[in-house]
């Protein structure tokens, strides 16, 4: 009987350090890599992230080779590369392995498939805890005991003490736990100023052949791959991690919220894919913006906007998706039923604001936050697209797509649609938001402050049938009640106008 022994190494396990190393008996036994073609396909993904997953596996594969390791690697020309389960059932049987170990995927469904690879192959199954996160399923898990709604900031804060992060003498750092109410400036009109550029990575030899399997697997998928510099070793990583720190970090935390018309990146720090992919790890990060501040070279309101993004949110949304899965992918509590609209994929719309945001994701792969939550999901929420289909399309559509981060933001942050677990209440707003936070609305035929007429905006229109749509459920609602009150000013004439408004919107827009 055979002892080999597996070490499973997943796409977006690519930390240097992960303990499922540990596992491995030189001689014996063997890292597993797989790359999948159901990968790209099941979830029809961008070529950009496609191609930075694949990039960063196989530099790794070289990097464990390189260590000594037995890499056992299965590309996407290999026979079995079709599903992720026949490349690992075949894998099982061919090295007649005795035992695998894994440190805990990232998503749920692949730690299905693995659980049952290993029964249906006699092979015992070690799964490891995720060292990466500061916040294990675990520690989630006991937080979460007893709450009856999951409020961010008391989480965010509860991190800040255990963790010691900004905490002096058992206190927020500077008096106050967050800057949010500073953090949410726009530009004003003469805009973000000379911006510095994002560092690039010229592909080498092994990105170069990744770009061109990428092209022939999967010639339809949506993006392309025309200047592709994303990081995608541990060595790259942490000079953009470097280069965010010192260049864009000490004006992030004022404008995080603001959009400029062709500048995608502004100041945020693009590391989203790296952390990930496990290239760099949250804490290391975090460490990162602290000392900046200790150094006085970052002020505190932009450290803290930094800190609150990933040892907040990041932690909590994959706290969310683990202690909600299953299930949470099928939820859609406002009952929202409308087809994504055709111009998601293309950008072909008159609406400015929509398509710059969707014009600048399909080529590259990269929307901030704010963008992603007030254009295209706001848009989403206000006209009703199904939950399923929102989500399927930002699992799509960018490189850091990760199902645990994006599932809670999309469906939860964005939608609604767990009906308010995670978002006490919907954000619905109109055009005035996005005229305020950009100047997408410059260049527009429409007007933001219109809900009807000849040249009225359609997130305006749709703002205030959304408001119609469910005042029932939330003109009493502590918190949200406040937009729904606003309602009242409005008479039947004027509500069957925004009614109809909206109506013949929606046939416009379903004919494409
Ligand atoms: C509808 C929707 C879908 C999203 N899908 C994803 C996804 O698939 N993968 C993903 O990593 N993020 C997702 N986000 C969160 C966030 O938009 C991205 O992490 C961020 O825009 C990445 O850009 P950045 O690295 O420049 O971030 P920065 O603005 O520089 O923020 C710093 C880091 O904080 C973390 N972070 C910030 N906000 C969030 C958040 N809300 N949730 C989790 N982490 C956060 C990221 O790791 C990010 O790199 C989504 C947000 C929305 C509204
Ligand atoms: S006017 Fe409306 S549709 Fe046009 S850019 Fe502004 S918010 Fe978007």
Redesign the pocket.
């Known amino acids: 009987m055979s002892d080999t022994g597996i070490a499973l190494i997943l796409g977006d396990q690519l930390d240097r350090g992960s303990p499922v190393l540990a596992t491995v008996r030189r001689g014996t036994d063997r890292v597993l890599m797989i790359e999948s073609r159901e990968e790209s396909q099941r979830v029809w993904s961008h070529k950009a992230r496609s191609a930075l997953f694949l990039a960063a596996m196989r530099h790794h594969r070289d990097w464990l080779k390189a260590q000594g390791y037995r890499v056992d690697y299965l590309t996407l020309d290999d026979a079995h590369a079709g599903s992720f389960a026949s490349a690992l059932d075949t894998t099982l049987q061919r090295l007649r392995a005795a035992w695998l170990a894994v440190v805990e995927p990232g998503e749920y469904g692949v730690r299905e498939v693995i659980e049952a690879a290993c029964r249906r192959n006699a092979v015992d199954l070690q799964v490891l805890e995720d060292p990466h996160f500061l916040c294990g399923t675990t520690g989630f898990a006991e937080w979460r005991r007893g709450r009856r709604t999951l409020v961010m900031e008391h989480f965010y804060r509860h991190m800040r003490k255990s963790h010691d992060v900004l905490i002096d003498d058992g206190e927020p750092l500077g008096g106050r736990w967050n800057f949010d109410r500073d953090n949410r400036r726009p530009f004003g009109r003469e805009g973000p100023g000379m911006l510095p550029a994002l560092p690039t990575y010229a592909p080498d030899a092994v990105t170069r052949g990744v770009l061109a399997d990428v092209e022939r697997h999967f010639p339809g998928n949506p993006g392309h791959l025309d200047g592709f510099a994303w990081p995608v070793t541990r060595e790259q990583a942490l000079t953009a991690l470097e280069d965010f720190v010192k260049l864009r970090l000490s004006a992030f935390g004022p404008f995080q919220d603001a959009m400029w018309q062709e500048q995608p990146y502004l100041n945020?720090?693009?590391?989203?894919a790296a952390?990930?992919l496990k290239l760099l790890a949250p804490r290391e990060v975090i460490d990162a913006a602290t000392q900046a501040l200790a150094r006085g070279r970052a002020p505190l309101q932009s450290v803290e906007g930094?800190v609150r993004?990933?040892l907040g949110?990041?932690e909590y949304?994959r706290g969310v998706y683990w202690s909600e899965m299953p299930g949470y992918l099928e939820r859609n509590a406002l009952g929202a039923h409308a087809d994504l609209p055709d111009f998601y994929w293309t950008g072909d719309t008159d609406m400015q604001c929509l398509r710059a945001v969707i014009g600048q994701t399909l080529a590259l792969g990269y929307a901030?936050?704010i963008q992603?939550?007030m254009v295209t999901?706001l848009f989403a929420l206000l006209y009703g697209v199904e939950p399923a289909q929102v989500h399927s399309w930002?699992l799509a559509v960018?490189v850091?797509?990760?199902e645990w981060?994006?599932a809670p933001?999309?469906l939860g942050?964005?939608q609604y649609a767990d009906g308010g677990l995670l978002a006490s209440k919907p954000y619905p707003a109109s055009g005035r938001y996005i005229a305020r936070m950009s100047n997408y609305c410059d260049g527009c035929r429409y007007a933001p402050e219109k809900a009807t007429g000849e040249n009225a905006c359609p997130f305006t229109t749709l703002y205030w049938d959304f408001l119609l749509r469910h005042e029932a459920r939330f003109a009493r609602h502590p918190r949200a009640g406040l937009q729904w009150r606003n309602l009242a000013r409005l008479d039947d004439t004027r509500r069957m106008e925004i009614r109809t408004a909206a109506e013949r919107l929606r046939r416009r827009i379903m004919a494409g």
């Not at 945020?268 to 989203?272: C, I, K, N, Q, T």
């Open positions: 945020h720090s693009a590391l989203s952390l990930n930094f993004q990933v949110w990041r949304v901030h936050h992603r939550l999901g930002y960018y850091d797509a990760i981060a994006e933001n999309t942050m964005s």
